[in-house]
């Protein structure tokens, strides 16, 4: 079995959302995985047993086009997505504002940033 990713870029969520549509395509899901460059939000739709994927790559605070115009059931992913990676979709047919999902810290799948250790040095003699 094949799987092929088409890479797009940022502007062109919402086109590819509605060609999906127009084609005949359901919304399968919305993934956001973190990559070492950023992340990845992948959408998948499917048509006869055959899906399509379509890929954006990203970094933290860019906003996300969303395909609720196209898929009125999208809010969902979106949703999710926002409150667990901290990604704004750009008109969402639903928008729960960051309670869609209740977590104990905001972001919880979002990137920390690597700050270097701290590290105290002891002068063993002075002490002495």
Known sequence: M???INMINVPD?????????SGGYRLVVITCTPVSEGYV??????KD????????????????PSIGPSYGGAFVYENEIHDLYGF?????????????IKTSIPYPFKKKEQTAPTVTVVNKEAKE
Request: aromatic share 14%; net charge positive.
């Open 41 to 46: 939000v992948t959408y998948s739709f499917d």
């Open 13 to 21: 969520v919402p086109n590819i959302g509605a060609k999906m549509k």
């Open 88 to 100: 704004t979709f750009e008109g969402m047919t639903l928008d729960f504002k960051g309670t869609f």
């Open 49 to 64: 047993y055959k899906l399509q994927h379509y890929r954006i790559s990203v970094q933290d605070g860019v906003k996300i």
């Open 2 to 4: 094949n799987m092929e």
